[in-house]
């Protein structure tokens, strides 16, 4: 999964953290569910950042110009980049980031596997669109965890630089194409309930993670607060797709 920061991403995040989110790791990490929750996080996103190495690699390969080839494969190298620091937190923290990346390639690699873009437009899309819904959900998840936790989770969910390169190329394929937008529109929307699903998955599957969402460790979302979290996922789809000249 390619995790993006997009300048249409909004946060609701308190300005005083309060709980576990005003805690070091050090002090979070004595509740032994706290920490496998983290475990899991961090895995899922190793994995995903991996995995989003790999995609653009490959998307570099349906570009139409080798400017184009040049600025993927810079931003599959910052992915990179962020994999390493995710793989060298696990280790510093005494766990091994191969064991604690396997429990999602499954799922991620499913995910893939069915929203696999057919041309050059679709790949940007899915990168702008359906990948950033699931950056804003951990983006969401992040300012619940411990301070160190969380400054790298925002760190790793950075943009590569792939935002304004996708709407940019998608903008100018639809002015040079009207019809373009159309499909595109379509895409985009099977992404988003693709990408949803997807994190409900990626949570449901691992009892730590899905206990610390709950409320059950740290700071978690209680009813109100996922319905408000989804509105706020949502409502951060409906910008990007205006950024794409699309309709929601």
């Known amino acids: 999964m390619r995790f993006m920061t997009t300048p249409d991403n909004t946060s609701d995040a ?3 953290q309060t709980g576990v989110a005003a805690q070091d790791w050090g002090r979070a990490a004595a509740d032994p569910q706290y920490r496998a929750a983290v475990v899991d996080l961090l895995g899922a996103l190793a994995y995903g950042e991996l995995a989003a190495f790999e995609r653009l690699a490959e998307d570099a390969k349906l570009a139409p110009t080798l400017a184009d080839k040049a600025e993927l494969a810079k931003m599959a190298s910052a992915e990179f980049h962020h994999f390493e620091r995710l793989r060298d937190r696990l280790t510093e923290i005494g766990e091994e980031p191969t064991r604690a990346m396997e429990p999602f390639v499954a799922a991620l690699d499913g995910f ?30 992040a300012a619940r965890l411990d301070s160190d936790s969380r400054e790298l989770v925002l760190a790793v969910l950075d943009d590569t630089g792939h935002a304004g390169f ?15 937008g159309g499909r595109l529109a379509l895409w985009a929307r099977r992404l988003m309930g693709e990408a949803l699903s997807q994190s409900q998955r990626v949570v449901a599957d ?43």
């Open 206 to 248: 691992r009892d730590a993670l899905s206990t610390m969402l709950v409320g059950g460790v740290a700071d978690g979302f209680d009813l109100a607060e996922v319905g408000r979290m989804f509105s706020r996922i949502t409502e951060a789809h409906t910008k990007r797709m205006a950024a794409l000249g699309l309709a929601a």
């Open 166 to 180: 996708a709407v940019e190329k998608v903008r100018a394929a639809i002015d040079a194409d009207p019809r373009v």
């Open 112 to 141: 893939h596997k069915q929203t696999a873009p057919s041309d050059w437009l679709e790949g940007l899309v899915k990168a702008y669109v359906g990948d950033s819904i699931a950056s804003d959900f951990y983006r969401e998840v």
């Open 14 to 16: 308190p300005a005083e």
